[in-house]
């Protein structure tokens, strides 16, 4: 301590280091508490100690200027990575389209702008039907005037909602409805590959028999476009079709959506079979979308825990994810009417369609098939704007407590 | 300030760490047959520590406080408010939903001004109490108010808060940078604990101050810098003041990013690197998407609803909002109560017959899916109308009606097969079964399969105090 300058306060002889600590504080206040200091050396001298020497007392310290502390953004390394998938092909690549789109490629958890940003944000596509059915009128009123033509319906949501992409749900094909035969269901596509030149997603409707019938005519028909065939299943496999729908994907170059009812080791097995006869690239997911208030939660679960699964290093799940978005139109609450206090519907139904969308997105979400024009646009907005880093500005809101509203 | 070694991960934590610490003498004072069986429970966080009776006795203080330190989450829980009106905030032991039970659902307090007129400052507040929705069958609500003094007056800032006070039992959040202006406040409400919003890089010592004199929790705000928010959040420890709450900023425009980023990040810090000066509730504030912003109520109200549900998924633990309309609160109430929930609740109900109210062999038969929210949202339903009925649970894998129909999960022949397994032919001597509106298109083969004539029901199970005061009895035809 001699060559130390050494100070006294409040009785007590501090090294050189602890008073510098102490320079940041007002005072050090003896109090009859017993505590550890820990490694701060003290020095007691016998005679100027108030409390008696055995006590160790503990410096109730109020700093008088901010301690600083550092922060260090917790940045983590991942095994996995998700595989990138292109959707579309232009004339150069086989296909039609002027417009593809890429997605996939992640190497963090959603929006972790800090560790890595995704290489491709997230999509939306905008669904048609190829039949007139039952929709919100919420929704209605936006394409009234196209609900019979799924190619000018196409056309709408390209040029007046700005979809990057384009479902074309085949309704009609299923048995119980129409029966369309795949034959004219096909007719449906080409009309719209004509009317549009964004990637599509071709739509079955649900019955593994047929949807595989339809699928491999689709999948000739529209040869090298890279639509995807939304969906194959399980109940594919166990019909014994699900293998002929996967080789015609490959053979004629599109990619398939496998889908699967909120369980992993489903989606693993499913994607599985497919390996044996697509690239891994040519494979997205479905894990389930429920809407908010009917299960979104268990959706939500599901599709971080297939990612987070998926960086550590499951190769069985390292695929885009897809979410039906417009499910969350099955909440009574999207379009129902309630009392005035939970008006206006037209309000109520976007905002809940936006809120399925966003937590889906925080969980990782690649692509998703919506609905609404209000809830598309502030998707494509939010994933902007989430994918642009370092846009804030302090002062804005420095002083919202007193702002005027 | 050294930050201590990373507790346990939640799921690292065993049993037999907790055992060990326990008296060991099966007493079965908590209720379990073993302290093992115990130990268990408590490391799955179904009870707590206190329900062992010994461990509160002196002798075991050590270990008592050992099991304390080796549950402790990871965000301290912060409390606002008294009695039992009291919120608690934080207490999250993972940062992942699926890693264990999220804990203390985020509270959304409304604000109100010290400028608003009287008259209008009390129906907002009246508002907020009456706020209230029937959501499978549990009232989702409002939490608190948040008053803010625009004035920057110190009286009347606290004649408001006195106002508000008296009108209200709810928790309070008071709202001002000005040390004086905020003492005013907290003196009118002594005991009522408010969270103190909020000490900055400019006021910390005055607002530390009055969080020790008033026993206070205190809101840190730092918009967009993490090294002052940790630096205040270490000022303000080394001051003595123990119940903090963290803001990093909200940003609802092109500052969302960073937002997103910033939540993430301290959340993370604390959940996988055992920061500790980080380890506080973090404050979401969606009303900024008001502040400086020309453009229509509307617009603003949808920007603030929405920001809100992504602070929501992402890790705040309190929220400040603007707006009351229904429309912007109701899906994050709903968000809020759905990410709230154990993830590891099974999906679907159990299938089978279930009865509601006395039915009797003239009562109607109904049927639908084992997925859980389509049974509560009929169950709670039926129980609205108040009918004496039977309902056909359907094992579809705990898949909801349409995409059960989709993935061939309710076909004519599942039904048929649920319907005879129920025994329902002896309860009821007609042969009706009234089946969900999604299910139309079954009806034809569940007529041929089962014999029994088919009634199509609503789409929503909204329709069905309706309709079974419209169809039922069935006329004979």
């Known amino acids: ?405 | 300030m050294s930050e201590r070694e990373i507790k346990k991960g939640i799921k690292e934590l065993s049993p037999i760490d907790v055992y060990m610490l326990l008296p060991r003498t099966n007493c079965k004072e908590c209720g379990e047959t073993n302290c093992m069986a115990f130990a268990t429970k408590l490391v799955n966080r179904e009870v707590t520590i206190e329900q062992c009776p010994p461990l509160l006795e002196k002798k075991y203080e050590k270990q008592y406080n050992k099991i304390q330190e080796m549950m402790a989450p990871a965000v301290k829980e912060v409390t606002i408010g008294t009695g039992d009106r009291a919120v608690k905030i934080g207490g999250k032991l993972v940062m992942y939903r699926h890693e264990f039970t999220y804990h203390n659902p985020t509270p959304i307090a409304i604000e109100v001004t010290d400028e608003m007129p009287e008259e209008k400052l009390l129906d907002k507040v009246k508002k907020v109490e009456d706020f209230s929705y029937e959501y499978i069958g549990r009232e989702v609500n409002l939490d608190m108010i948040a008053i803010r003094s625009t004035s920057n007056d110190p009286k009347t800032f606290r004649s408001a808060v006195e106002k508000v006070a008296g009108a209200t039992k709810l928790p309070l959040v008071l709202c001002t940078f000005n040390p004086n202006v905020m003492e005013a406040g907290i003196v009118a409400i002594k005991n009522r604990k408010p969270l103190i919003y909020a000490a900055t890089k400019d006021n910390w010592n005055d607002m530390a101050e009055l969080a020790l004199m008033y026993n206070c929790p205190l809101a840190i705000f730092a918009p967009n810098n993490l090294k002052l928010l940790r630096s205040l959040a270490k000022t303000m420890i080394e001051y003595g003041v123990e119940d903090l709450v963290l803001d990093p900023g909200t940003f609802a425009d092109e500052g969302i990013s960073d937002t997103i980023n910033n939540f993430t990040m301290v959340r993370r810090s604390v959940c996988k690197r055992g920061d500790e000066l980080l380890g506080f509730p973090l404050i979401g504030t969606p009303i900024t998407a008001w502040v400086g912003e020309e453009a229509p109520k509307e617009v603003l109200a949808w920007r603030e609803a929405y920001i809100a549900s992504m602070l929501i998924s992402r890790y705040a633990d309190i929220l400040i909002m603007h707006s009351l309309d229904g429309w912007v609160q109701l899906p994050n109430l709903i968000w809020r109560f759905n990410i709230y929930t154990d993830p590891r609740k099974p999906v679907s109900v159990e299938s089978g017959l279930k009865t509601f109210g006395k039915p009797d062999e003239n009562s109607p038969v109904m049927l639908t899916t084992n997925y859980a929210l389509t049974y509560f949202t009929v169950e709670a339903d039926i129980k609205s109308s108040g009918a004496d009925c039977y309902l056909i649970v359907v094992d579809t894998g705990g898949i909801s009606v349409e995409s059960s129909i989709a993935g061939r999960l309710l076909t004519a022949e599942t039904a048929a097969e649920a319907v005879k397994e129920a025994g329902v032919e002896q309860k009821v001597k007609h042969r009706y079964l009234i089946i969900p509106g999604l299910a139309a298109r079954l009806s034809g083969e569940i007529e041929d399969l089962t014999g029994w004539r088919v009634m199509v029901g609503t789409k929503d199970s909204s329709g069905i105090p309706i309709f079974l005061k419209e169809k039922w009895p069935p006329k004979e035809d």
């Open chain 1, 1 to 405: 301590m001699g060559e130390k300058k050494e100070k006294e306060e409040a009785g007590i002889k501090l090294d050189l280091g602890l008073f510098d600590l102490l320079r940041n504080f007002e005072e050090v206040e003896l109090e009859d508490v017993e505590i550890e200091l820990g490694d701060l050396e003290l020095h007691f001298q016998p005679g100027a100690v108030v409390a008696p020497p055995k006590v160790l007392a503990p410096p109730k310290l109020k700093p008088i200027t901010i301690l600083e502390a550092d922060f260090v953004p917790p940045i983590e390394e991942y095994l996995g990575r998700i595989e990138e998938v292109k959707l579309g092909a232009t004339k150069s690549e086989g296909g039609s389209r002027g417009k593809t789109v890429v997605i996939g490629g992640a190497t963090s958890p959603a929006f972790y702008m800090f560790e890595r940003p995704p290489p491709h944000p997230p999509v939306v596509s905008l669904d048609v039907f190829d039949t007139k059915v039952p929709l919100p009128k919420a929704i209605r009123t936006h394409v009234q005037e196209v609900m019979e033509d799924p190619a000018e319906w196409a056309k709408l949501a390209v040029e007046k909602f700005g979809a990057e992409m384009v479902t074309v749900h085949l309704v009609s094909t299923d048995p119980l409805i129409k029966d369309t035969s795949p034959a004219d269901a096909s007719k449906t596509i080409e009309e719209v590959l004509q009317a549009v030149d964004v990637p599509i997603i071709v739509g079955g409707c649900g019955d593994p028999k047929k949807d595989a019938l339809l699928f491999k005519k689709i999948a000739e028909v529209a040869e090298g476009e890279r639509v995807v065939l939304s969906s194959v299943t399980l109940d594919m496999a166990e019909a014994g079709v699900l293998d002929d729908v996967a080789k015609a994907a490959k053979k004629h170059g599109h990619v398939v959506l496998a889908f699967t009812a909120l369980e992993l080791n489903k989606a693993r097995e499913l994607n599985r079979r497919l390996y044996e006869f697509l690239p891994k690239d040519r494979i997205l997911m479905d894990l389930t979308t429920a809407a908010l208030g009917y299960g979104l939660e268990y959706s939500f679960t599901i599709f971080e825990r297939a990612r987070l699964a998926a960086l550590m290093g499951d190769p069985e799940l390292q695929h885009p994810v897809l979410s039906g978005t417009t499910n969350a139109w099955a909440a009574r609450e999207a379009w129902m009417k309630m009392g005035p206090e939970w008006e206006p519907r037209e309000l109520r139904g976007p905002i809940w369609e936006t809120v399925t969308a966003l937590s889906l997105l925080l969980a990782g979400v690649d692509l998703f098939m919506m609905m609404h024009p209000a809830a598309v646009r502030t998707l494509n907005e939010v994933i902007k704007q989430l994918m642009s880093p370092g846009k804030t500005r302090p002062e804005k809101i420095a002083d919202w407590v007193t702002a005027k509203i």
